[in-house]
């Protein structure tokens, strides 16, 4: 059974720092990787998304990476700002597409 | 639509009742989810429809629960009975019938509080 893990649960940063975001993946079998944005009350919004046959992705300050062999991948945020604080999650499109998810990292971005 | 809609955005109910959660996916998506979200977690997968049968509801967690897309765009997911355990954020997305490979669009979600 495919289960997703994201670390750390809660991160705290100064504004202007460059910082990663973790996670992991138990069954190697996916088709893509996504990574979403969640802000309190609001729906997901799709960041990135990385096919299985490819190594990253990058979308302004943003670049995610994907080791599918080794179940990785990581949400590369380049200088942060407090615009940025929200709950980011990543899911794995698995073999019976169907998308599963992992619990988020919350990102707090300290003016 | 612009996005995918959905109503209401906030629903108390009586433990007991039955209740109904409404998306209007984006016009011309043929594949439309429900995934159910409790606090802390991250989105549970409930059920897939492709056009207007559903193609996969392996996620629905017991015969309470059932989902309708009569005409292939607006979706209800229905809750016969709620129980207090059934209180979360429900969201439903849409996406173009491309087996599910592609990106989705969330709506905003349906806060269900069963008291």
């Known amino acids: 059974k495919q289960e997703v893990t994201q670390i750390p649960a809660a991160l705290s940063v100064p504004e202007g720092e460059n910082l990663v975001l973790n996670c992991s993946f138990t069954d190697s079998a996916i088709y893509n990787l996504q990574w979403f944005r969640q802000d309190p009350g609001k729906g997901l919004t799709s960041l990135l998304l990385i096919q299985s046959s490819q190594r990253e992705q990058t979308s302004g300050r943003l670049n995610a990476s994907l080791d599918k062999s080794s179940g990785r991948s990581t949400l590369y945020i380049a200088a942060s700002q407090p615009g940025d604080s929200a709950t980011y999650l990543c899911?794995?499109?698995?073999?019976?597409?169907?998308?599963?998810w992992g619990a988020g990292t919350k990102l707090i971005i300290k003016p | 639509g612009a996005g995918v809609s959905q109503t209401p955005s906030n629903k108390v109910t009586e433990k007991g009742k039955y209740v109904e959660l409404r998306c209007d996916p984006i016009s011309g998506h043929t594949a439309l989810y429900w995934y159910r979200q409790s606090l802390g977690q991250g989105p549970e997968f409930l059920i897939y429809f492709q056009g207007t049968g559903a193609a996969d509801d392996s996620g629905l967690p017991n015969d309470r629960f059932f989902a309708v897309r009569p005409e292939g765009s607006v979706s209800t997911l229905k809750i016969q009975r709620t129980e207090r355990g059934d209180s979360a954020v429900y969201l439903c997305?849409?996406?173009?019938?491309?087996?599910?490979?592609?990106?989705?669009?969330f709506g905003s979600g349906t806060r269900l509080t069963v008291v």
């Open positions: 899911a794995v499109l698995d073999s019976n597409y169907q998308l599963i």
């Open positions: 997305a849409s996406s173009l019938g491309d087996g599910g490979r592609g990106n989705y669009t």
